[in-house]
């Protein structure tokens, strides 16, 4: 269940060795960074940057503008941009590479092949299940609720935790009330409150940060919310089974950005008896499916078996490369081999 190069003695040496003098360092996350991804990779940024190391964040894909606010932002390079050839030189030149928030290096999609043919040593912190095996230095624990709590915990075992500001705990707290859905979800952990706690206690505001990241909508996001609560929201209550199925031309109408369906997923939980909801949105290249579910049911389990994904046991993602209305008609295909476990309470 967990994995912490910390815990032994050397592993520690060596990776205590390896940063005793400055060094260049990528971190990197999955595509699409949502709060936690963004969030831990810059906490982390800053903290080695206090340490005298030279960092640079890579994303393989552009975020959502209301994660704009958080500090380093600016110094972010997308993979995708006209930044590419300095993405891949610092790629190449790194002496290591930290790899957060995702367990596959397929989840981080063009910058796969050169991270994997960097001579960088490889650091994976995660929280996702089945870890791949490529990473130098793992620092992993399905448990977790947040990758930021698991940097929170790497900094905090170097001794370490002076160096953590009022900026970088922003940071922190951003990926831990996302990935936790405001403290409210299971993975909410008593050391998930005695982080949140410990990074209050640096000064941080957290209705000031919780308003940043979810009281920033534009119009047009709110006015797309509502088309897809209703007209696009399906109940199935033979199944306790909520989806949405969103096309390019639907995602256009609104002028939906990057983010824009984040947590919209979450909405099919609250309507009551729901045990799973999903979400399936057109993209240029593929279907991108988001699960959520309650209690005993695995949609990391259902994703990784049926839609090429995985993740948490109650939130996990994957994708199809067959059209909008075949993914659907296969998901829809799938409830009723599952329909005992999804109706058992």
């Known amino acids: 269940m967990q994995d912490f190069f910390t815990e032994s003695n050397q592993k520690l040496a060596l990776f205590n060795e390896f940063l005793s003098s400055p060094k260049q360092i990528v971190i990197t996350t ?15 940024s800053a903290y080695l940057n206090k ?31 006209d930044q590419n050839s300095l993405a891949k030189e610092l790629i190449a030149n790194a002496d290591m590479i930290f790899c957060l928030d995702f367990s596959a290096l397929n989840r981080i999609k063009g910058m796969e092949g050169f991270v994997k043919q960097s001579a960088a040593k490889k650091v994976l ?12 230095f793992v620092f992993w624990n399905e448990r977790a609720a947040a990758t930021c709590e698991l940097i929170y915990e790497l ?28 403290f409210r979800f299971d993975s909410t952990s008593e050391e998930v409150h005695r982080i949140a706690g410990e990074l209050i206690s640096i000064g941080i505001h957290p209705n000031s940060i919780h308003r940043k990241i979810f009281d920033s909508n ?30 390019k031309e639907e995602l256009s109408r609104f002028s939906s950005k990057n983010g824009d369906t984040e947590g919209v997923v979450n909405y099919g939980l609250s309507i009551k008896g729901t045990v799973m909801a999903a979400i ?66």
């Open 30 to 44: 999955h595509q699409n960074p949502d709060a936690d991804a963004l969030g831990s990779s810059l906490g982390l």
């Open 51 to 81: 340490k005298g190391h030279f960092t640079t964040v890579i994303t393989p894909t552009d975020y959502p503008d209301f994660l704009r606010w958080m500090s380093g932002e600016t110094e972010v390079i997308n993979f995708e941009s």
């Open 125 to 136: 912190i995660d929280h996702h299940q089945q870890p791949e095996n490529f990473a130098d």
């Open 155 to 182: 900094i905090e075992k170097l001794d370490d935790k002076h160096l953590i500001d009022i900026p970088t705990a922003e940071c922190l707290y951003a990926g831990l009330v996302t990935d936790t859905g405001s």
């Open 218 to 247: 534009t119009f047009d996001r709110m006015k797309f919310l509502g088309f897809v609560l209703g007209e696009k929201l399906t109940y199935l209550p033979e199944y306790n089974v909520v989806y949405m199925a969103i096309s």
């Open 280 to 345: 399936f949105t057109e993209k240029e290249d593929m279907i991108r499916v988001s699960l959520r579910s309650v209690d005993d049911f695995s949609v990391s389990e259902f994703s990784r078996t049926h839609f090429n994904g995985g993740g948490h046991k109650n939130a996990a993602g994957g994708r199809s490369h067959e059209s909008l209305e075949k993914t659907v008609e296969k998901f829809l295909s799938l409830l009723p081999k599952y329909k005992e476990e999804l109706t058992k309470n």
